[in-house]
């Protein structure tokens, strides 16, 4: 049976809620409080790549929340995925923030330091490394719906649910697809020039949005109804 917003938190979510406060930490502009005013100027000038980062980084455990609210699993093979999701946020964060710092200095000319990317060959693999850390973070997703669909009759799931649930798998597949066409523009230098594997997550929209309105049309009909 689907676990109830009222029920108490696992262990195991305990364990994540934790890990993700550790990766929010990490995103902050500095660990230490600035000794003089230049030092304080250089720190706030990284607030708006932490800003976008950390809405990332809320978003990602928004979607986390998600799945265990709705299903509060927490087997082995749950156990399993979660735990490679939990790595691959603590590997996603710095080249999370390197992107965002990168993007807030491009669009305002303002930010600290020395341009980040000095090559197109630099900028490939910048892209590449950071869609490498989005399909696996949204592959562990899309796996764990498909996980608790697999299971769906342990589960006790209706046949709404059960839709939604494999609903949610083939959603969380379209992301790792988005970030395979990226990370492959990246590695092969395809539009490089005007940032093609940057843009090409855009389609992440419409694409979500046909197939949502895919999926409605093929609910069971006492749903529908």
Not at 6 to 12: A, E, F, W
Not at 23 to 30: F, I, N, Q, R
Not at 88 to 116: A, C, E, H, M, N
Request: hydrophobic share 55%; with cysteine; aromatic share 14%.
């Amino acid at each position: 049976m689907i676990m109830t917003e009222q029920r108490q938190p696992s262990r195991l979510e305990a364990l994540s809620d934790g890990v993700f406060a550790f990766a929010a930490t990490l995103l902050v502009v500095s660990l230490e409080v600035p000794d003089t005013f230049q030092e304080l100027a250089h720190d706030l000038s990284g607030f708006g790549a932490f800003t976008l980062s950390f809405g990332a980084l809320m978003l990602i455990w928004a979607v986390h929340n998600g799945f265990f609210r709705r299903y509060g699993l927490a087997d082995g093979h749950t156990t399993m995925l979660n735990s490679a999701l939990l790595l691959v946020v603590l590997f996603y964060v710095y080249p999370l923030k390197f992107v965002t710092r990168g993007l807030i200095q491009t669009l305002s000319g303002w930010g600290p330091g020395s341009p980040l990317v000095l090559t197109f060959e630099e900028l490939g693999r910048l892209f590449a490394l950071y869609s490498a850390g989005f399909i696996a973070l949204f592959l562990c997703f899309a796996l764990m719906y498909r996980h608790a669909w697999k299971i769906r009759d342990r589960l006790v799931l209706t046949p709404l649910e059960a839709h939604e649930a494999a609903m949610w798998w083939r959603h969380y597949l379209l992301f790792v697809l988005v970030g395979a066409i990226s990370a492959v523009l990246a590695l092969t230098g395809l539009g490089l020039a005007i940032g093609a594997p940057g843009w090409i997550y855009a389609l992440i929209g419409p694409l979500a949005w046909w197939h949502g309105s895919w999926s409605d049309r093929r609910k069971p009909a006492q749903a529908a109804a």
